[in-house]
C-alpha cells in the first residue's frame, strides 16, 4: 500500500523551530519528486517548499524562504523540512506530496502530485 506519512508538528512559540518528516511506504521518495504544502483554515493549500528527484534542486515559496529548509535522507526514505524563525502566520496542516515529474515548473500546484499524507497540524500562537 503506498502511504506518506508526516511527524513532527506542534505547537511551538515565535521564532521557535520545527523539523517535520515525511516517510514514505510501499515506494521509495527518491524516484519522485517531493513537496511541502500547507493549509491554514479557510485557505487554499499552498506550496512552500520542494526538492526535484533529479538533482535535488530545491525551491522555497517567497514566505518563507530563508527560514525552512527542505531535505531528502534516502537511506531513510525520507524528506525533512526544517522550519526556522516561526511565525503566527506560519501555522497551519503541513503535508508532504509526492510527484513522477522530472520538471520542476508547476512544483507549487497541489493537482499535479500523485500522492499525499494525511498532514500534521503546526501551531504558532501569536
Known amino acids: 500500500q503506498v502511504q506518506l506519512v508526516e511527524s513532527g508538528g506542534g505547537l511551538v512559540k515565535p521564532g521557535g523551530s520545527l523539523r517535520l518528516s515525511c516517510t514514505a511506504s510501499g515506494f521509495t521518495l527518491d524516484s519522485y519528486a517531493i513537496g511541502w504544502f500547507r493549509q491554514a483554515p479557510g485557505k487554499e493549500r499552498e506550496g512552500i517548499a520542494y526538492?526535484?528527484?533529479?538533482?535535488?534542486?530545491?525551491m522555497y515559496a517567497d514566505a518563507v524562504k530563508g527560514r525552512f529548509s527542505i531535505s531528502r535522507v534516502n537511506a531513510e526514505n525520507a524528506v525533512y523540512l526544517q522550519m526556522n524563525s516561526l511565525k503566527p502566520e506560519d501555522t497551519a496542516v503541513y503535508y508532504c506530496?509526492?510527484?513522477?515529474?522530472?520538471?520542476?515548473?508547476?512544483?507549487?500546484?497541489?493537482?499535479?502530485?500523485?500522492?499525499w499524507g494525511q498532514g500534521t497540524q503546526v501551531t504558532v500562537p501569536a
Open positions: 526538492i526535484s528527484r533529479i538533482d535535488e534542486s530545491t
Open positions: 506530496g509526492a510527484k513522477n515529474s522530472a520538471y520542476n515548473s508547476g512544483w507549487s500546484f497541489a493537482s499535479s502530485y500523485l500522492y
